[in-house]
Antibody
Framework: EVQLVESGGGLVQPGRSLKLSCAAS????????MAWVRQAPKKGLEWVAT????????YYPDSVKGRFTISRDNAKSSLYLQMNSLKSEDTATYYC???????????????WGQGVMVTVSS | DTVLTQSPALAVSPGERVTISCRAS??????MHWYQQKPGQQPKLLIY???NLESGVPARFSGSGSGTDFTLTIDPVEADDTATYFC????????FGGGTKLELK
């Protein structure tokens, strides 16, 4: 059974940093792209970051580029999100998600974790 | 960025057929996927590649479309289908629609 378990969330002041972790099990972690997706309270879903199988390629939307860094440790089947210079608009539930390809270069999110809450407030 | 537009809400009666639409601001070919999210839960994949049913998802759910216009159909609708449905494109990075909240009468 595929399982994705996030941790590391909490309350943090604006401008500070936080690192999220995601422990994966039930599949060969190193074979899959992985991603973080967030959801602000009562809002829709926003893709935050994607990392390739080896970790050599990373992708971000403009809203977090230069502030967030996605990384992975295939030996530990773990995914990370380092969030720096946090803003109030980063307040959201952050989901770890596995990405699967159905066409070359086209990936969707087939499994999601339960999510972890990050609140940015003074 | 590729913007996905969904109608915000729909209300239908159990047993009826419902179609949820998603329009992309530019062509995404068949790189469109659909998710169901119930309150307090993580999203769940329903349809990938515009029309492919994810394993374990009831055959009441189906998807169609290509280019810029896509549809998720539920037929017949059951009470358990009360949820918010999101479309998502993977042709140009990854973006989500705003979601359509489905309520049952």
């Amino acid at each position: 059974e595929v399982q994705l378990v996030e941790s590391g969330g909490g309350l943090v002041q604006p401008g500070r940093s936080l690192k999220l972790s995601c422990a994966a099990s039930g599949f060969t972690f190193s074979n899959y792209y992985m991603a973080w997706v967030r959801q602000a309270p009562k809002k829709g879903l926003e893709w935050v970051a994607t990392i390739s199988t080896s970790g050599s390629r990373t992708y971000y939307p403009d809203s977090v580029k230069g502030r967030f860094t996605i990384s992975r440790d295939n030996a530990k089947s773990s995914l990370y999100l380092q969030m720096n210079s946090l803003k109030s608009e980063d307040t959201a539930t952050y989901y770890c998600a596995r990405q699967k390809s159905f066409n070359y270069g086209s990936y969707y999110f087939d499994y999601w974790g339960q999510g972890v809450m990050v609140t940015v407030s003074s | 960025d590729t913007v996905l537009t969904q109608s915000p809400a729909l209300a239908v009666s159990p047993g009826e057929r419902v179609t949820i639409s998603c329009r992309a601001s530019e062509s995404v070919s068949t790189g469109m996927h659909w998710y169901q999210q119930k309150p307090g839960q993580q999203p769940k994949l329903l349809i990938y590649g515009a029309s492919n049913l994810e394993s374990g998802v009831p055959a009441r759910f189906s998807g169609s479309g290509s280019g810029t216009d896509f549809t998720l159909t539920i037929d017949p609708v059951e009470a358990d289908d009360t949820a918010t449905y999101f479309c998502q494109q993977s042709w140009n990075a990854w973006t989500f629609g705003g979601g359509t909240k489905l309520e049952l009468k």
